[in-house]
């Protein structure tokens, strides 16, 4: 490739942090906060809007299930207009579905109208997911580069911790069974303040050099990183999406799509029913229905903290350890746990020894997946495909997950009534097994190297834009 590429990528692969980074980052950190928030409040409100609406099995899961399909499409539509119109464009317009539908979804007048809000939530949900992490991956210097991502997609664990305190103080202050519109309603006003700040951040670089404005590349770049950097023109990449399935980067698919989708299976079926899960095997027969959801959130609570404790050891590990390494412990301790709870069974308000074992259980996937795949799943699509197709990538990675998800979310509260909650909790050991298998054999490691040569770029010749002097 041409030294004059080269000096541009690493005037942004070897930048010091300065103001801008660090808000690029926080912005998109929050969209995923607006993420966790968003997709997980539903898991304590549903006892309520269950009891209110009197929603049937199947109307609990297709709930339950409504954001991540929703998501599920904004990921793979939006995904792939973020590479046509820009990072920024599509920054903004996601919050669009933030502001407008989680304020509809808290105004729903029956199940079916709060399912299709839901869904329409779920797009915009979805669509974050490529376009943040490819922003933050386009920008920050490659050293640092899997510990931001790490850091920002964190975010979606404090939103989940948040959404579980909200939820845990509406019902303690105002115990009423339409408390849960309040739960819903509150997601609108941090929206609102992240989209208006948006407004104020710049277009990568690297998607304004593909797409053959080298002159506002250059200026972008120099307003990152403080330096001068040598004017470029630049021919426009020609690939195009159908090269994700291609001999080239047909692998690296399979590789970013297949564990997404397996660990989103357990991830959101457990996340999402926590609280449930927790008042059939540990709460059951403890008071009133505001009562027990009360104890099952103050426990779903607890066992939040340890996503958190899972994202801090991410952060710590992903450059030493590898992206590889920490998706195979995640996975790992992700089977160990649904396996241990599995063989609990459902034992209707379980105590002593045997509850401590159940909260072990859950404590241990909550810790594992984000410890591992939850992190990584995320990374990798943007570290593994050209600057082209790297929101595309990661939007089919994402919609891969999200349809994972809304699976798990439907089904496990429908297998559960046909076989019982072991074998539910067993099938997702296995999904997590799976994941384990899948990683070893198609895995590709990113940490340390700078985006071209993650995506094989650097090393072949072969790139998405042609540049010269």
């Not at 202050?173 to 929206?191: E, F, N, Q, S």
């Not at 198609?442 to 072969?462: C, I, M, Q, V, W």
Request: with cysteine; proline share 4%; glycine share 12%.
């Amino acid at each position: 490739m041409p030294s004059e590429l080269t000096e541009f990528q690493t005037a942004l692969d070897d930048a010091k942090l300065k103001r801008v980074h660090w808000k690029i980052w926080f912005l998109s950190a929050m969209g995923v906060f607006l993420d966790g928030f968003d997709l997980f409040i539903i898991g304590v409100a549903l006892p309520l809007i269950v009891h209110q609406m009197n929603v049937t099995k199947t109307g609990i899961g297709l709930i339950g299930a409504a954001a991540p399909l929703g998501a599920m499409v904004g990921a793979f539509t939006l995904g792939r207009f973020t590479d046509k119109l820009g990072r920024k464009a599509m920054y903004l317009f996601d919050l669009i579905f933030f502001v407008v539908f989680a304020g509809l979804s808290a105004l729903a007048w029956n199940w079916i109208s709060l399912l299709v809000f839901r869904l329409l939530l779920g797009i915009g949900i979805g669509a974050d997911y490529p376009i943040s992490s490819t922003y933050v991956s386009e920008l920050m210097p490659k050293k640092i580069r899997g510990r931001m991502l790490s850091g920002a997609f964190s975010f979606q664990a404090l939103g989940a911790l948040f959404g579980a305190a909200v939820g845990l103080g509406i019902l303690s202050l105002d115990p009423k069974p339409w408390a849960w519109r309040v739960m819903l309603a509150i997601g609108v006003i941090p929206a609102i303040i992240v989209m208006v700040m948006r407004t104020t951040v710049p277009e990568s670089p690297r998607w304004t050099m593909e797409h053959g404005d080298s002159e506002a590349a250059k200026a972008l770049a120099e307003e990152i990183t403080g330096e001068k950097i040598a004017l470029q023109n630049v021919t426009p990449g020609k690939m195009i999406y159908k090269d994700l399935f291609g001999a080239r980067y047909l692998a690296r698919t399979i590789f970013v799509t297949v564990p997404w989708f397996l660990m989103d299976i357990g991830l959101y079926g457990i996340g999402i029913f926590t609280p449930t899960i927790l008042s059939a095997m540990a709460f059951a027969g403890h008071g009133s229905l505001i009562h027990t959801d009360i104890l099952s959130t103050q426990g779903a609570i607890f066992l939040d903290l340890f996503l958190v404790i899972g994202f801090a050891l991410n952060i710590a590990f992903i450059e030493k350890i590898g992206r590889i390494r920490l998706q195979l412990i995640g996975f790992g301790g992700m089977t160990v746990a649904m396996t241990v709870l599995a063989f609990c069974g459902v034992p209707q308000g379980a105590a002593g020894i045997l509850t401590v074992v159940i909260f072990f259980g859950f404590a241990l996937f909550n810790l594992s997946v984000n410890i591992g795949p939850n992190a990584t799943t995320w990374i990798l699509p943007t570290e593994v495909f050209p600057t082209s197709l790297r929101a595309s990538g990661h939007g089919l990675a994402s919609a891969s997950g999200k349809f994972g998800a809304a699976l798990g979310i439907f089904l496990l509260p429908v297998i559960e009534q046909l076989w019982g909650l072991g074998i539910t909790l067993g099938m997702i050991a296995v999904a997590s097994f799976l994941g384990i298998v899948v990683t070893w054999i198609l895995g590709h490691e990113t940490a340390g190297k700078s985006l071209e040569e993650a995506d094989g770029s650097a090393h072949d010749g072969a790139s998405s834009s042609q540049v010269t002097a």
